[in-house]
């Protein structure tokens, strides 16, 4: 299994915990622009005692991801930052 990783869901909201299964999952992820739309499939698993963080709204449960799809790949070169036109 690979290093867990954070997919973001909309601006704003905080992160869930991943862990992927397969190594290409994490490689197809790998260099993909910010803002990209993503369909991930998986099993949401409570996680283990003592791996909690409480200062997240998510950080009581991490994703294992079987599947990524990349819907919509983003341009790397937005005329503007959409994280920072949201604030």
């Keep these: ?13 905080p992160g869930t915990p991943c862990l992927f299964q397969r190594g290409d999952i994490t490689a197809l992820l790998e260099g993909i622009p910010y803002e990209s739309i993503l369909a991930v499939v998986g099993e949401v ?11 997240m709204s ?4 991490e994703v294992l991801v079987s599947e990524v799809f990349i819907l919509n790949k983003a341009k790397k070169d937005l ?6 036109h949201n604030k």
């Design 79 to 84: 005329p503007f930052g959409v994280r920072d």
């Design 45 to 55: 698993h409570k996680r283990p005692p003592g791996q909690e963080n409480k200062k």
């Design 1 to 13: 299994m690979d290093p867990p990783g954070t997919i973001l869901g909309t601006v704003g909201s």
């Design 58 to 61: 998510t950080g009581d449960i």
